[in-house]
C-alpha cells in the first residue's frame, strides 16, 4: 500500500481540527491542554493567561515565565496576547516512547506576588510511524519432513505509535504451502508465525521467497514489508518441542550475579544425535537482553549475568531455541517473560528552585520563601516521598501539587533574636525499610527599622562649675539600636527651644556622631543655676525613629563676686556711713551697723566683719560684730575719746580665695543732753528691737538650714539611684555642690535674697532659696537685684533713727 503526501497532509488537517477541540479543566490546581505532535510552530495550544485568571498587562511586570523540566522550549508563551503556542517540534515518541500517555508537565511561575500554576499539556499520538521489522530479510529454514500445520514462529513488526495507530495486521503474499498464523499473547503482544499447510519437497522446491506485510490501522494506513527467505531441508525430521510455548517468570531487582531466573526443557522425539538438544537465545535476540542474561546450552539454565534495574526495564522478553545435533539441525522455540519486581533501591531526590531570599523580618504570613520538588525513581508505595522540616522552624510546607511543595512562612520573624535558620528539608519514600534525603537551605532574614536608639536610662544629671572656657566637654550620651546596617546608625540632636530669650543651641551643642555635649559659653551659677534640656537620638532607616534623654545640668558656684556695700543712704552707690553717738552711751551699745551683700551662694557668700586697727595701733573703744555688721562699744565713753572716730570695717566671704569690700564709718561723739537723751532712748528701744528680731531669724536661719538640708540629701540620694555610673567629666571638670549653714550661735550677716532660676521645659523660673537680714522683717520675695536698693534704703532709714 502506498501512502502519498496528499493522504499525510490529509492527516495533518485532522489533528489540527482536533486541536481547536482541546479544551482544558480545572482540578486540583492544574489547566488541561492537548496539541497533536508535529504541530507546526505557532499552532494555537490555549488561552493560558486568561484560563489562569491573570490579566495581559500584569505578566510583564510579574515576570511572568514558563518552565519545563527536561522538555526544552517545546511550548512558549506570547506575552502580549497570552497565548500558548507551540514553539518548536513534538515528537510524542521521542518524549514519551511507547507509553499509553504522554504530556508535557509545565510550571507557570509569576512574581509580586510569588505563585505557581501547573499546566498539562497532552500529546496526542498521529500515525506518522510505519511499522518496522527488526531486519529486513528474515532467514526460515524448514525440514522437507514437517509435517503440515507445523507453525514457524517469525518476528513481528513494531510500531513506534500507541492507540490503534500501533494495532498491526499481516499479510502474506499468496502460496499454496504456507498460510500466516497471528495470535496475541498474555502480554497483548501479538506472535505470528508460518503455518505449513502443504508438505515440502526440497527437491521440487529448495526455496521459497514471500512478502510480508504488516499494516497499522492509523488514518491514512501504513504498511511495512520484510522478504520471507524459507530454505527447505532434509532429513531430520523432528524438531525438539518445549512444553509450553510461553513461560513466565518473576525476580527482585538488584538480584546477585549467577542467581537462576528458570531452567527451560525441550524434547526431542529422534535418537542419537539427532535427539540431543542445546539451548541458546534466538539470534534476533537484542543486546540488551544478553548482557543481562546468560543460558547454559546444556541445563537450559537461565541465570542472571548483569544487574537488573527496575527503573531502567521492568520486562524481558527472550526467544530461547532448543536445537538438535542432527544433520541438519533442528530447533524449537519458546518466549520467557521475565519481570523485574521493584525494590525500594532509590533515595528521593529533591530539588530547591525559586528561592526569594533574603526575607524581610515583617513579612506578611503565607509568605512564598521557596519552591520544592521531590521524585523517587521506585514504583508503588517505594516511590511515594512525603515531605518534613526541621522542627522549631516558623516556616511549613504546603503542597501546591503531587510532590511539589511551597516553602511559606508560618509564624512571625524578629531579626534581632534570630538573623539566620537552616531549615533542612526531608523526604522519606514509604518502601520498607524506607530511604530518605536531605536538603538544607539557610534562610536569611532581612533587617527593617522596628527598633528605636534607647538610652541606658531616661535622665542624667551633670556638675559643671561656672566660668568654664567655651565649648568645653561636660557630657557624653549614648544611645544603641538593636537593628543593623543604616537602621542602627544613631545620630544625636538637641531638641531646640528657647531659654528665657536665647534659644538653647547658644549654650550647649551635641556631636552628631559621638553623642558628646559641649557648652558654648561660660555659665553663669548667678544667671543660670540649672540647665535642663533633652538630646534626641536617631537612626538612619526608613522611616527613621527615635528617642530623647533628658539632661539636666547643674551650674556650681564659683566664688567670683566681692561683697557688695549697701549704701546708707537712697542715694547713689556706696559712701561712708556717717553716725552721732552720745558720750554717755553704756558699753555694748549698737552706735551703727554695716550691711552687704554678695552675689554668690554657700560659703561663697557667708559674710563675716573685721574692724581695722587705728594708726598708731592705739584701742578703738568699738568693734564689730563677726557676722552681724554691728558696730558697738566695748566700754564707756569718756571724754579722752577723740571727738571724731573714723571705722574701717573689712568685709569678707569665705570662698576660696577670699573676696573683701572695705567700709567707712565716720562716728561724731557729743556731750549727754536733752537731745541725746531722747536719742539714746530712742536707740535703746530700736536696740530692743533689734535684739528681738535677731532672735527670730536665728530661728528662721535654723529652719531655712533644717530644710535646705532634707533638700540636698533628696538629691544626692535620687541621683545615686539614677546614675548607674557616675556621669562623665568634661574638661571643666565638674565637682560636688557644697551645702553651708550657719552655727546656732552664728547667724546670716547679710542682706540678700536670691531668685535661683531653674531652666526646664515649661513653666516659668522659680524661688528655691530666701535669706532674710538678721535685724528686718521678712520681706516678698524680690524678682531682681533692683529690689535690693529698695531693701538697703528701708535698713539704712532704720538705722538712721538711731543718730
Given amino acids: 500500500m502506498v501512502i502519498t503526501s496528499e493522504g499525510r497532509l490529509r492527516s495533518r488537517c485532522l489533528m489540527l481540527s482536533l486541536l481547536l477541540l482541546a479544551a482544558w479543566e480545572a482540578g486540583s490546581g492544574q489547566v488541561h491542554y492537548s496539541v497533536p505532535e508535529e504541530a507546526k510552530h505557532g499552532t494555537f495550544v490555549g488561552r493560558i493567561a486568561q484560563d489562569l485568571g491573570l490579566e495581559l498587562a500584569e505578566l510583564v511586570p510579574r515576570l511572568f515565565r514558563v518552565a519545563s523540566k527536561g522538555r526544552g522550549d517545546l511550548l512558549e508563551v506570547n506575552l502580549q496576547n497570552g497565548i500558548l503556542f507551540v514553539n518548536s517540534r513534538i515528537d510524542r515518541e521521542e518524549l514519551c516512547g511507547r507509553s499509553a500517555e504522554c504530556s508535557i508537565h509545565l510550571e507557570v511561575i509569576v512574581d509580586r506576588p510569588l505563585q505557581v500554576f501547573h499546566v498539562e499539556v497532552e500529546v496526542k499520538d498521529i500515525n506518522d510511524n510505519p511499522p518496522v521489522f527488526p531486519v529486513k530479510e528474515q532467514r526460515v529454514l524448514i525440514y522437507e519432513s514437517r509435517l503440515p ?237 512525603t515531605c518534613s522540616l526541621t522542627p522549631y522552624v516558623p516556616f511549613k510546607l504546603v503542597s501546591t501539587f503531587k510532590n511539589y511543595y511551597s516553602l511559606v512562612l508560618d509564624s512571625t520573624l524578629d531579626r534581632e533574636n534570630v538573623a539566620n535558620y537552616e531549615v533542612v528539608v526531608t523526604a522519606r519514600d514509604g518502601g520498607s525499610p524506607s530511604l530518605s534525603a536531605t536538603a538544607s537551605m539557610s534562610v536569611e532574614v532581612a533587617d527593617v527599622n522596628d527598633n528605636a536608639p534607647a538610652f541606658a536610662q531616661p535622665e542624667y544629671t551633670v556638675f559643671v562649675k561656672e566660668n568654664n572656657p567655651p565649648g568645653c566637654h561636660i557630657f557624653t550620651v549614648s544611645a544603641r539600636d538593636a537593628d543593623a546596617q543604616e537602621n542602627a546608625l544613631v545620630s544625636y540632636s538637641l531638641v531646640e527651644r528657647r531659654v528665657g530669650e536665647r534659644a538653647l543651641s547658644s549654650y550647649v551643642s551635641v556631636h552628631a556622631e559621638s553623642g558628646k555635649v559641649y557648652a558654648l559659653q561660660p555659665l553663669d551659677h548667678e544667671e543660670l543655676d540649672l540647665l535642663q534640656f533633652q538630646v534626641s537620638a536617631r537612626d538612619a532607616g526608613v522611616p527613621p525613629l527615635g528617642s530623647n534623654v533628658t539632661l539636666q545640668v547643674f551650674v556650681l558656684d564659683e566664688n567670683d563676686n566681692a561683697p557688695a556695700l549697701l549704701p546708707p543712704g537712697s542715694g547713689g552707690g556706696p559712701s561712708a556711713l556717717s ?95 536733752q537731745a541725746p537723751k531722747a536719742s539714746s532712748r530712742g536707740l535703746s528701744g530700736a536696740a530692743g528691737t533689734e535684739t528681738v528680731l535677731v532672735d527670730v531669724n536665728v530661728y528662721l536661719i535654723i529652719a531655712i538650714c533644717a530644710v535646705s538640708s532634707l533638700l540636698v540629701l533628696t538629691l544626692l540620694l535620687y541621683t545615686a539611684l539614677r546614675c548607674s555610673a557616675p556621669p562623665s567629666e568634661g574638661a571643666c571638670g565638674p565637682v560636688k555642690p557644697r551645702l553651708v549653714c550657719s552655727s546656732a550661735v552664728a547667724s546670716w550677716s547679710y542682706s540678700q535674697e536670691r531668685r535661683q532660676r531653674v531652666c526646664s521645659e515649661e513653666g516659668p523660673p522659680k524661688t528655691d532659696l530666701m535669706a532674710f537680714s538678721p535685724s528686718l522683717p521678712a520681706c516678698p520675695v524680690v524678682a531682681d537685684m533692683g529690689e535690693h536698693q529698695d531693701l538697703k534704703d528701708d535698713s539704712l532709714s532704720k538705722v538712721s533713727e538711731f543718730s
Fill in 149 to 385: 500445520d507445523s507453525l514457524f514462529p517469525l518476528e513481528g513488526a513494531s510500531d513506534a505509535d500507541v492507540g490503534s495507530n500501533s494495532i498491526l495486521t499481516y499479510r502474506l503474499t499468496s502460496n499454496e504451502n504456507f498460510a500466516l498464523d497471528v495470535k496475541t499473547n498474555s502480554d497483548d503482544s501479538t506472535q505470528i508465525g508460518l503455518v505449513l499447510r502443504k508438505s515440502l519437497d526440497r527437491e521440487e522446491v529448495p526455496e521459497h521467497n514471500l512478502l510480508l506485510m504488516a499494516t497499522d490501522q492509523g488514518k491514512p494506513e501504513l504498511t511495512g514489508t520484510v522478504q520471507l527467505l524459507i530454505t527447505v531441508l532434509d532429513v531430520n525430521d523432528n524438531a525438539p518441542s518445549f512444553g509450553q510455548s510461553e513461560y513466565e517468570v518473576k525476580i527482585f531487582e538488584n538480584s546477585d550475579n549467577g542467581t537462576i531466573v528458570i531452567r527451560v526443557n525441550a524434547s526431542d522425539r529422534d535418537e542419537g544425535a539427532n535427539g540431543e538438544i542445546s539451548y541458546s537465545f534466538n539470534n534476533l535476540v537484542p543486546a540488551t537482553i544478553s548482557n543481562q542474561f546468560r543460558i547454559d546450552a546444556n541445563t537450559g539454565e537461565i541465570v542472571i549475568r548483569g544487574n537488573l534495574d527496575f527503573e531502567n526495564m521492568n520486562l524481558y522478553k527472550i526467544r530461547i531455541e532448543a536445537t538438535d545435533k542432527g544433520h541438519p539441525p533442528m530447533a524449537g522455540h519458546c518466549t520467557v517473560l521475565v519481570k523485574v519486581l521493584d525494590k525500594n533501591d532509590n533515595v528521593p531526590q529533591i530539588a530547591l528552585t525559586s528561592l526569594s531570599l533574603p526575607v524581610r523580618e515583617d513579612a506578611q504570613f503565607g509568605t512564598v520563601i521557596a519552591l520544592i520538588s521531590v521524585s523517587d525513581l521506585d514504583s508503588g508505595p517505594n516511590g511515594q516521598v
Fill in 579 to 673: 553716725q552721732v553717738v552720745s558720750r554717755s552711751v553704756s558699753a555694748g551699745h549698737v552706735v551703727a551697723k554695716v550691711r552687704a551683700v554678695d552675689a554668690d551662694s554657700g560659703y561663697n557668700a557667708w559674710l563675716s566683719y573685721e574692724l581695722q586697727l587705728a594708726a598708731g595701733g592705739a584701742r578703738s573703744p568699738f568693734r564689730v560684730g563677726l557676722y552681724t555688721g554691728e558696730i558697738s562699744t566695748t566700754r564707756a565713753l569718756d571724754e579722752a575719746d577723740a571727738p571724731r572716730q573714723r571705722l574701717l570695717v573689712l568685709v569678707k566671704d569665705h570662698g576660696e580665695p577670699a573676696l573683701t569690700a572695705t567700709a567707712t564709718v565716720l562716728l561724731s561723739l557729743e556731750d549727754s543732753g
